[in-house]
């Protein structure tokens, strides 16, 4: 167990419609991220907070948004949803952020049907 | 474009032998490297990682080693286990700085099997 709950562990929803997937990091950690894979794909990072800020950003769509709260937990919010949206989506968190190993939850499966 | 890469889609070792798994990058801004292990419908498992600074790192029995001049790492393990079977995961960070700070970048996994 890694520390970092996700929820929830599964969704099936259909297109068009609107998810929002929730972190939780290990107690301590200031940092999340949130990472996608896709089928026989590596995991491509979404985007990154810091504290409550934005701290780096990776190919993620515009239809995608996330924050993270004072608690620390984030949320993922994913809408106008596609087939191709589909992949496990996971969420990691650190102490710093930087130059320090960021451990993963259990991932959240999205499929859109 | 792949700063990370993993050429070796997949790897079998027996039992007791030495697994080597290799991982190349094209960034020479990134700074620490990490191995990550993954079953199936599981979230990534931080197994090692490695400072620029340093050559080699060891924990039990997984090694990683640093050729920054390749731009090259490889993780050992020895000896191999059949509950080692999993898809591995080199990544590397940049470290402070740009825009990219923080960022964890993933290659795209081999798969490693070892055979009792």
């Known amino acids: 167990d890694s520390g970092v709950t996700q929820t929830p562990k599964h969704l099936i929803t259909a297109t068009g419609q609107r998810v929002t997937l929730r972190c939780s990091p290990r107690?301590?950690?200031?940092?999340v991220y949130w990472y996608q894979q896709s089928l026989d794909q590596g995991l491509q990072f979404l985007i990154q907070?810091?504290?409550?800020?934005?701290?780096a950003k990776g190919n993620i769509l515009e239809r995608f948004s996330a924050q993270q709260f004072p608690d620390l937990h984030s949320e993922l919010n994913l809408s106008s949803l596609e087939l191709g949206d589909s992949a496990l989506y996971f969420c990691?968190?650190?102490?710093?952020?930087?130059?320090?190993?960021?451990?993963f939850g259990q991932g959240t499966r999205l499929t859109v049907v | 474009d792949q700063q990370v890469k993993q050429n070796s889609p997949s790897l079998s070792v027996q039992e007791g032998r030495i697994s080597i798994l290799n991982c190349d990058y094209t960034?020479?801004?990134?700074?620490?490297f990490l191995w990550y292990k993954k079953y199936p419908a599981e979230g990534p498992t931080f197994l090692i990682s490695?400072?620029?600074?340093?050559d080699k790192n060891e924990d039990g029995r997984f090694t990683v080693f640093l050729n920054k001049s390749a731009k090259h790492l490889s993780l050992h393990i020895v000896p191999s286990q059949p509950g080692d079977s999993a898809v591995y995961f080199c990544?590397?960070?940049?470290?402070?700085?740009?825009?990219?700070?923080?960022?964890?970048?993933f290659g795209q996994g081999t798969i490693l099997t070892v055979h009792p």
């Open positions: 907070y810091y504290n409550g800020e934005e701290r």
């Open positions: 990544a590397a960070n940049r470290g402070a700085g740009g825009t990219s700070y923080g960022k964890l970048t």
């Open positions: 960034n020479s801004m990134f700074d620490y």
């Open positions: 107690s301590g950690d200031l940092s």
């Open positions: 990691a968190s650190s102490v710093t952020g930087v130059n320090t190993e960021a451990f």
């Open positions: 490695i400072s620029s600074i340093k």
